[in-house]
C-alpha cells in the first residue's frame, strides 16, 4: 500500500480528501493534519509515501512546509492540493519538486488519476535495477507517449495499466471497471486500446452456457 498523509486547515475537506485516497486501490490515509508542524510532525513520524498539501495553512504555508521537508533525511513525495491560482505560487511549487499541482475545487477523478499515475512511475522504478535514458525520460515526463484515442487520458490509462500488471492471469472489464471505478464501457475503451497497440493480448474463457469471457492480459 501506498502511505499518504492529507494536510488540510480545513476539516472538511481533509476528511473529502483522504475519502478520495482511500477509495482508489493501493493507497491508504495514515494521517490528517491541518497545519504545517502537524504536518512535518506526521510525516517525520510516519514516513509516509506521498503528502497532499495544502498551500493555504494558519500557522506556516504549504510552501515553506515543502522546503522543510525537503531538508528531511527521508525524502517523501508531494501532490500540492491548493485554490491558490496565482502563477508564482505554482512556480514556488514546482521549483520545490512537487509531482503536480491540482486546483481546487476538483472531482474524485481528477486525484484518482495523479495517484494512479504516481502509483505507475513508483512501479516502473521499483523494477529497474537501473535507469536508462529512456526510462528517465518517462519518468520526468520528457519522452512523448504513445498517442492516445480521442476521450482517452494518459492518467486513467496508466491506472488500468496498473490492473493489468498486478492481474498476470488475466482481468475482464467487469473487473477492471470494478477495481477503478471506471465505467465497464469505459474500461473496455483502454483495455482494447492497449489490446490495438500490442501491449496486452485477448484470452477467451469458456464457462457455462452462453459466449466466452475476454480476459485481458497485460504483455508489456
Not at 25 to 32: D, I, L, Q, R
Not at 49 to 57: G, K
Not at 119 to 126: F, N, S, T, V, W
Not at 138 to 166: C, H, I, M, N, Y
Request: with cysteine; charged share 30%; proline share 4%.
Amino acid at each position: 500500500m501506498i502511505r499518504v498523509v492529507v494536510v488540510d486547515d480545513d476539516f472538511m475537506v481533509a476528511k473529502v480528501h483522504g475519502g478520495y485516497v482511500a477509495r482508489t486501490p493501493g493507497f491508504e490515509v495514515v494521517g490528517v493534519a491541518h497545519n504545517g508542524a502537524d504536518a512535518l510532525r506526521l510525516v517525520r513520524e510516519l514516513r509516509p509515501d506521498l503528502v497532499l498539501l495544502d498551500v493555504y495553512l494558519p500557522d506556516l504555508d504549504g510552501l515553506t512546509v515543502l522546503r522543510e521537508l525537503r531538508g528531511l533525511a527521508d525524502d517523501v513525495d508531494v501532490i500540492v492540493i491548493t485554490a491558490a491560482t496565482d502563477v508564482e505560487t505554482v512556480r514556488r511549487a514546482m521549483r520545490g519538486g512537487v509531482l503536480h499541482y491540482l486546483i481546487k475545487p476538483f472531482e474524485y477523478a481528477a486525484l484518482r488519476d495523479q495517484l494512479a499515475h504516481f502509483a505507475a512511475l513508483d512501479r516502473r522504478l521499483g523494477g529497474l535495477a537501473s535507469a536508462g535514458q529512456a526510462d528517465v525520460d518517462e519518468v520526468f515526463g520528457a519522452r512523448p507517449r504513445r498517442a492516445l484515442p480521442k476521450g482517452l487520458s494518459t492518467q486513467t490509462a496508466d491506472l488500468v495499466e496498473g490492473v493489468l500488471r498486478e492481474r498476470p492471469d488475466g482481468v475482464s472489464a467487469s473487473e477492471c471497471a470494478a477495481v477503478t471505478e471506471l465505467a465497464r464501457v469505459s474500461a473496455r475503451r483502454y483495455l482494447e486500446h492497449f489490446v490495438g497497440t500490442g501491449r496486452a493480448e485477448v484470452r477467451l474463457k469458456y464457462g457455462g452456457a452462453g459466449r466466452p469471457e475476454r480476459l485481458y492480459v497485460w504483455r508489456g
